[in-house]
């Protein structure tokens, strides 16, 4: 059973999705190579760029730290 987000909460997900996708995109990383380095699944990587995902805090550390940012830099359109 999943989950069901206003649809606020689905956009500030999607929000946080396209700003790991344009800054993975901006290190010239593929998903593979990103999930690899924050040591997550690819398609794991994948849901959270489209949205799908209400990612954990420290999920979101692992993914900022691979991509040389800090956390609430992901968080700052």
């Known amino acids: 059973m999943g989950t069901t987000y206003t649809r606020d909460e689905k956009t500030f997900l999607v929000q ?11 290190a010239n990383l593929s998903q593979e190579k990103l999930a690899f380095e924050s ?3 690819r398609t794991y990587i994948g849901s959270v ?3 799908e995902r209400n990612i954990s ?9 691979a991509l040389k940012y800090k956390t609430a830099d992901l968080l700052n359109n």
């Open 39 to 41: 040591e997550l699944d």
């Open 49 to 51: 760029e489209r949205g």
């Open 16 to 26: 946080i999705g396209n700003r790991i996708r344009e800054l993975r995109i901006e």
């Open 57 to 65: 805090v420290i999920n979101l550390r692992k993914i900022a730290k």
